[in-house]
């Protein structure tokens, strides 16, 4: 094991190159393209056995990803914002046709109004495709998911894509300690891929014909039940990467001191990091504070979200998006799955196209929630850290 | 948790500054991360970095607001941004500057440490990129890392990415400096003035993305906001031209991607050195060498 200073992107790219990923269809955006520049170097370096292909466009660069998967090999890629929507055509294409392609998204805004700073307004669009799709906090757990995502995306009972979602800049570009694992233990974790199907001349086949009425509504049904059999499958690589790394992050959700809790926040991306010492705030002045960190948008914790709120009074939903209908995406979703569940549900917006949220925002957001907890009334949804006074 | 901001102009280092001390400091066993103001860097402009230093897993991600340790890498800054801002009473300071803490004012009174690090960037590196040189003056104010940590760190970061002889430079640059910073206290009566920004409440905010020129108070945006934004306060390096050379071919003109320089009614040309950032594509594209560069921000 080595120890590296070094950012997400870079980690991700020692994550692919760990897995021995076999084609890398690129095309560069900011703040992704340190992961293609890396992956570029490593290969060029013959640090890695791979195909680096440029495409002209990322709505090519998942094309090219799935040719090259249906062809039988492991294939990574990664974008942003803007090629992500590029890519929305070909991002349906894959679940569909069970393609394990793991793809980083860095987390950017999508114009216009166009930044280049992180919102998740890019990833969360795209959360009814098919693909799995999971958060992560910093830079170690950035590379590690690389790992699990590989492992989860090809297990039989799955077969499907998934997306890492990363900050952008706030991990993209921010360099810390991450360690990285030995290619012979990952070799352990993570054996040579074994395609279902494989596009061979010799054996001629049909990928992605055109599907009528009789038979498009069972595909879809099987799709969504391999949605649901990842939810094991999650749990069980989790396990089986604790057992061979010794770091362990918790299945579709990691909780924090929420054994008691009385309120708490449910976060994903970096803004979990910065609850995490919220929290320990709280607790130091005796108030019963609690955090649930969302790992996986898709599949959704409806079971884990349910168990893990038992006692809870009041449950803050971070997003750093906005649905534009009153709320951001993830708090429709927790309050769809908690509308059973005796909780205060209140939706808190911050951090959107980039703005930094600080510890006083936290600080905010954890205040409204213990007032719901107290059984006061507050906003629905409030926007922390936003000039002028909500309507 | 010890926190650290950097101050700098794109181009001095600053980002690889906050890295190789991060670098350093996780040598020496602790947690640690840096990272940049993540804005569009350009050459000259103003530019920030952050580090943070801690013995457990640092967990917050959000800029830094109240710093530990400021770091000044060009002095200039201190007239036009408000560097101190936020600072902590019982901060540090370490500034590239040919004066004595004593005779700088940082607009807060503090242990103060100054370097002549640019002369020390150019006799070593034979460039004005002062980030090492400052590194050497971190380690002698503060003793947050050995100078040790700091050469090993210094040699993965830029070893890994210049080569070995850059790396021994950069090491060489960040010795002297250790050996020329010198400690005092500086002054603290300069007032720090809010930066003129255009900040309106969401409902005064123009309706769509379409900002007309009547409507902005910016610095940065909006048609007419470059009027307040004088880009030319970036250039550390001016154009000199000699009219008696120029064949009035006009290339400069066409090639100046600022538009700062003016045609004259005979074709000769002049600069508007508010707005030069001292590029030098002029002088590049001057078939004549009518144009050269000199070192200085200068008018």
Known sequence: ?391 | MFEVRFHGRGGQGAVMAAQTLAEAAVIEGYHAHAFPFFGAERRGAPVMAFARIDDKKISIKSQVYEPDLLIVLDESLLDIEPVARGMKKDGKAVINTRKLPMELDLGIEVDCATVNATSIALEFLKAPIVNTAILGAVAKATGIVSMDSMNKAIRNRFGEKFGEAAANANIGAAAAAYEQTVIGRCKGKRPLKAKREWLPDWDQLPMGTALSEGSIDAVMVGPGGARQNLTGTWRVQTPRYDKEKCVRCLRCWFSCPEGCIKRDEDDHVHWDLNYCKGCGICAQVCPVKAIDMIKGGQK
Not at chain 1, 103 to 116: F, K, P
Not at chain 1, 201 to 216: D, F, G, R
Not at chain 1, 225 to 249: C, L, M, N, P, T
Request: glycine share 8%; with cysteine.
């Open chain 1, 1 to 391: 094991m080595k120890v590296k200073v070094i950012s997400a992107d870079h980690a991700v790219a020692y994550g692919a190159k760990l897995a021995r990923t076999e084609v890398v269809p690129a095309f560069p955006i900011t703040p992704q393209t340190l992961i293609v520049e890396q992956l570029a170097e490593f290969i060029n370096d013959g640090e890695m056995d791979a195909d680096f292909i440029t495409a002209e466009s990322e709505h090519s660069a998942m094309s090219i990803g799935i040719g090259a998967s249906a062809g039988g090999v492991r294939v990574f890629t990664a974008t942003s914002s803007q090629g992500l929507a590029l890519m929305h055509e070909m991002i349906y294409a894959v679940p569909q046709n069970r393609l394990p392609i793991v793809m980083v998204n860095v987390n950017r805004s999508l114009g216009a109004g166009a930044g280049i700073w992180v919102e998740y307004n890019d990833s969360m669009a795209e959360r009814d495709s098919g693909w799995l799709q999971m958060y992560v906090e910093d830079n170690q757990e950035a590379l590690d998911a690389i790992l699990m995502a590989f492992r989860l995306a090809e297990d039989r009972r799955v077969m499907l894509p998934v997306m890492v979602c990363l900050d952008g800049f706030i991990l993209s570009h921010t360099v810390e300690k991450v360690e990285i694992m030995e290619q012979e233990e990952v070799d352990r974790f993570l054996p040579k891929y074994e395609p279902l199907h494989k596009l061979d001349p010799a054996e001629p086949m049909l990928i992605n014909p055109i599907v009528p009425p009789e038979y498009a509504m069972e595909m879809r049904y099987q799709l969504d039940r391999a949605v649901d059999h990842s939810r094991d499958v999650i749990k069980e690589v989790d396990a089986e990467f604790a057992k061979a790394f010794g770091r362990s992050y918790g299945g579709l959700i990691d909780t924090y001191q929420m054994e008691d809790a009385e309120f708490a926040m449910l976060t994903l991306g970096t803004a979990t990091g910065l609850a995490r010492g919220i929290v320990d705030e709280l607790r130091k002045d005796g108030k019963k504070a609690g955090l649930i960190k969302l790992r996986f948008m898709r599949p959704f914790p409806f079971k884990e979200l349910c168990q893990a709120t038992k006692g809870l009074k009041a449950l803050g939903v971070f997003d750093r998006s906005a649905s534009f209908n009153g709320g951001g995406p993830v708090h429709t979703e927790v309050a769809a799955a908690l509308c059973n569940v005796p909780v205060m549900v209140t939706g808190h917006i911050a951090g959107i196209g980039g703005r930094d949220v600080t510890p006083d925002h936290m600080r905010q957001m954890y205040d409204v929630v213990e007032r719901a907890s107290k059984g006061e009334k507050v906003r629905q949804v409030t926007w922390h850290g936003l000039r002028g006074k909500m309507e």
